[in-house]
């Protein structure tokens, strides 16, 4: 069974280009999540989607975020305008219907600013 | 707010030796994740810790939880080389998200 995938794995933009990362969660997986690990700190949540609804938004850090799930299967976050501080590994997990359950981490998009 | 402090954040030791990680964690939590991560690699679940005093061990691994303290411990014993990674625990405290420390970077050192 394949694992959660993400692409790309690497991408280097300029200061207020924009990017879109996706990510695909292990079939049949409606819990989706995006977490973020900027240099030196914790990983930190982002959201959560269930199929193609977004349960908990509460980790977005502003507007220029923009998170969807169309068909409740692979997910993207696009970045407009991406600034410095944006920098940082992208992570996508996924996990079974229900709560609780664990959740499964793609190997993450490394995402660098200039 | 459920905030976790973790520590060391960088951990060297030698075969064979044996060592600790702390998971402190501020409010009350419904389980208790440790995992591993390989650079580049994706985070791979190693214990899962639901209620106060469970203890799981994998091979050289041992994982803790202590409700009462908010305190969770991954002791590592005997270490050998392949155990070099970064280790992160990680707490759910009444939602779906995972609440990260800042990950433990371990290296042994033959």
């Known amino acids: 069974e394949a694992g959660v995938t993400q692409f790309p794995s690497h991408s280097v933009i300029e200061k207020g280009q924009t990017v879109t990362l996706r990510c695909d969660p292990i079939s049949g997986h409606d819990n989706l999540y995006w977490y973020r690990r900027v240099m030196g700190k914790e990983i930190k949540f982002l959201l959560h989607?269930?199929?193609?609804?977004?349960?908990?938004e509460s980790g977005m850090p502003n507007n220029r975020f923009l998170a969807e799930r169309t068909g409740g299967t692979y997910s993207t976050l696009k970045v407009q305008p991406a600034e410095l501080e944006d920098s940082g590994v992208y992570f996508c997990a996924s996990s079974q219907a229900g709560r609780f359950n664990e959740q499964f981490f793609g190997p993450g998009t490394r995402l660098t600013v200039l | 707010e459920l905030k976790v402090e973790q520590n060391p954040l960088f951990l060297s030791m030698q075969e064979g030796k044996n060592y600790t990680i702390y998971c402190n964690y501020s409010t009350t939590s419904d389980r208790l994740y440790w995992y591993r991560q390989d650079p580049g690699k994706s985070l791979e679940s190693l214990f899962v810790?639901?209620?106060?005093?469970a203890v799981k061990q994998e091979g050289r691994l041992m994982a803790s939880l202590d409700t009462k303290a908010r305190l969770s411990t991954l002791h590592i014993t005997a270490a050998v080389h392949d155990l070099s990674a970064t280790y992160f625990c990680a707490f759910q405290g009444g939602s779906e998200k995972l609440v990260f420390g800042k990950g433990t970077k371990l290296t042994v050192n033959p």
């Open positions: 989607f269930v199929k193609e609804s977004k349960q908990d």
């Open positions: 810790l639901l209620s106060n005093g």
